[in-house]
C-alpha cells in the first residue's frame, strides 16, 4: 500500500544474502567453515538452512546450493572444498573447474586450454596437464586427485624453467614445504630416468643454495666470487623473544 515503509531487513538475514551471493560466485558450492567465519554465520543457522532445503550437504563440512547439476565441474568443485588441502585435483577436473571443459570426453584436451592445478580450491599455479596411463592415482565422486607431494613434483619437473625456479624458491621459505624440498635431491635420484629428471636435478642444486630468490642467489655468487667465506644463508637470530631469518649473515662479524 502506498504510504507503507519496508522493513529494514535483520543482521542474520543480511548475512544469509551475503552469503548467497558468495556461494554462486564460487560455482555454488562453498564449507560451513566459510560461512562462520566470514558471514559470522553460526552452526544452529546452517542447521536451519540445511532443513529448509536452502543448501544442501555434501559430506560434513561442504554445502551446495540447490538443484547444481551433477557434472564434472559441480563434483569437482565439491571435492575440492572436502579436500580441503590434504590433496589436490588433477587434468581434466581442474580444466573443468575453470570452465575450459564443458562436455564428454573429458581426455580431449585441446593444446590451446590452459590448464591450471588448484591446492585446494583456489587456483594457484598455470602448468601442464599430464596424460597418464594408469598411475594408481585416487578418485573421490569420479573425480582424479593426487597428493600435494605428487603434483609438486609434476610443477618441478615440467612448468617452464623460470616458473620452476620461483616454485622451489617459494616452496623451500614456507614451512609446510620446506622439509619436503630439502629432501628433493634423494627423490631427484629417484626419478633420474624419468621425463624432467634434468629439470628436478636442477631444482635439487638451487634448493641446496639456501637461496630463496634469484636476488639472493646472485648475492650469494658474488660473495663466492669475492672469495668470502665465513657467511651463512638463511642465518636464524631471536631478537627480543621474535625469531626471524637473516637471508645472508657473517656470524662471526656480527654483520647481517
Same mark, same amino acid.
Given at each position: 500500500?502506498?504510504?507503507?515503509?519496508?522493513? =529494514?531487513?535483520?543482521?542474520?538475514?543480511?548475512?544469509?544474502?551475503?552469503?548467497?551471493? /558468495?556461494?554462486?560466485?564460487?560455482?555454488?558450492? /562453498?564449507?560451513?567453515?566459510?560461512? !562462520?567465519?566470514?558471514f559470522?554465520?553460526? +552452526?544452529?543457522?546452517?542447521?536451519?538452512?540445511?532443513?529448509?532445503?536452502?543448501?544442501?550437504?555434501?559430506?560434513?563440512?561442504?554445502?551446495?546450493l =540447490?538443484?547444481?547439476p551433477?557434472?564434472?565441474?559441480? +563434483?569437482?568443485?565439491i571435492?575440492?572444498?572436502?579436500?580441503?588441502?590434504?590433496?589436490?585435483?588433477?587434468?581434466?577436473?581442474?580444466?573443468?573447474?575453470?570452465?575450459l571443459?564443458?562436455?564428454?570426453?573429458? *581426455?580431449a584436451? =585441446?593444446?590451446t586450454?590452459?590448464?591450471?592445478?588448484?591446492?585446494?580450491?583456489?587456483?594457484?599455479?598455470?602448468?601442464?596437464?599430464? !596424460? +597418464? +596411463?594408469? *598411475?594408481?592415482?585416487?578418485?573421490?565422486?569420479?573425480?582424479?586427485?593426487?597428493?600435494?607431494?605428487?603434483?609438486?613434483?609434476?610443477?618441478?619437473? /615440467?612448468?617452464?624453467?623460470? *616458473?620452476?625456479?620461483?616454485?622451489?624458491?617459494?616452496?623451500?621459505?614456507?614451512s609446510?614445504?620446506?622439509?619436503?624440498?630439502?629432501?628433493?635431491?634423494?627423490?631427484?635420484?629417484?626419478?633420474?630416468?624419468? =621425463?624432467?629428471?634434468?629439470q628436478?636435478?636442477?631444482?635439487?642444486?638451487?634448493?641446496?643454495?639456501?637461496?630463496?630468490?634469484?636476488?639472493?642467489?646472485?648475492? !650469494?655468487?658474488?660473495?663466492?666470487?669475492s672469495?668470502?667465506?665465513?657467511?651463512?644463508?638463511?642465518y636464524?637470530?631471536?631478537?627480543?623473544? !621474535?625469531?626471524?631469518?637473516?637471508?645472508?649473515? /657473517?656470524?662471526?662479524?656480527?654483520?647481517?
Amino acid at each position: 500500500m502506498a504510504g507503507m515503509v519496508s522493513q =529494514p531487513i535483520s543482521a542474520r538475514d543480511a548475512a544469509l544474502r551475503r552469503a548467497h551471493e /558468495f556461494a554462486k560466485a564460487q560455482g555454488g558450492v /562453498f564449507r560451513s567453515q566459510q560461512l !562462520q567465519e566470514e558471514f559470522g554465520i553460526s +552452526r544452529r543457522v546452517i542447521r536451519s538452512q540445511v532443513g529448509a532445503g536452502v543448501w544442501v550437504r555434501h559430506g560434513r563440512s561442504v554445502l551446495a546450493l =540447490p538443484g547444481l547439476p551433477d557434472g564434472l565441474r559441480e +563434483r569437482s568443485l565439491i571435492v575440492a572444498h572436502r579436500l580441503s588441502g590434504a590433496a589436490c585435483l588433477t587434468g581434466p577436473s581442474v580444466l573443468a573447474v575453470r570452465g575450459l571443459l564443458r562436455a564428454p570426453p573429458w *581426455d580431449a584436451l =585441446p593444446e590451446t586450454m590452459e590448464p591450471w592445478v588448484i591446492y585446494p580450491y583456489r587456483v594457484v599455479i598455470p602448468a601442464r596437464v599430464l !596424460q +597418464r +596411463r594408469d *598411475d594408481g592415482g585416487a578418485t573421490m565422486l569420479g573425480v582424479r586427485i593426487a597428493q600435494p607431494h605428487t603434483v609438486m613434483l609434476d610443477l618441478l619437473r /615440467f612448468l617452464p624453467e623460470s *616458473d620452476a625456479r620461483n616454485l622451489t624458491y617459494r616452496a623451500s621459505g614456507t614451512s609446510e614445504w620446506a622439509g619436503f624440498m630439502r629432501g628433493l635431491a634423494t627423490t631427484a635420484a629417484d626419478y633420474q630416468r624419468m =621425463p624432467g629428471a634434468v629439470q628436478l636435478r636442477a631444482m635439487a642444486a638451487l634448493v641446496a643454495t639456501g637461496a630463496r630468490s634469484e636476488a639472493e642467489l646472485l648475492a !650469494q655468487q658474488l660473495l663466492s666470487a669475492s672469495g668470502l667465506t665465513e657467511w651463512r644463508a638463511n642465518y636464524p637470530v631471536r631478537v627480543r623473544g !621474535q625469531r626471524y631469518v637473516i637471508d645472508i649473515a /657473517f656470524p662471526g662479524a656480527l654483520v647481517a
